[in-house]
């Protein structure tokens, strides 16, 4: 099983990104994938998840709104666009696959700063 984050960045409040997730090693269609994100010196927490064919969406609070989860299953891809950017979301960003087996990629820098 891999994942691969990319997509992160710096940008200014208000800004927008694009964060993407390319697995492989396993079955990518039978499994819900999520992102989560730590910022420095706080645990890790669940940002977005999105079941198996994307007809089902979670968001955490702080981001309702704000950011989108999606998915390609064609092309085993899973992304999160982030919008209206604000300091508070600096972290690094992670891609979780979930099911009986937790994995995680890498993680890909997010910072918003002016």
């Known amino acids: 099983v891999q994942l691969v984050e990319s997509g992160g960045g710096l940008v200014q409040p208000g800004g927008s990104l694009t964060l993407s997730c390319a697995a492989s090693g396993f079955t990518f269609s039978s499994y819900g994938m999520s992102w989560h994100r730590q910022a420095p010196g706080k645990e890790r927490e669940l940002v977005a998840y999105i079941s198996t064919t994307g007809g089902r969406t979670n968001y955490a609070d702080s981001v309702k709104g704000r950011f989108a989860i999606s998915r390609d299953n064609a092309k085993n891809m899973v992304y999160l666009q982030l919008n209206s950017l604000k300091p508070e979301d600096t972290a690094v960003y992670y891609c979780?696959?979930?099911?009986?087996?937790?994995?995680w990629g890498q993680g890909t820098q997010v910072t918003v700063s002016s």
């Open positions: 979780r696959r979930n099911g009986d087996r937790a994995y």
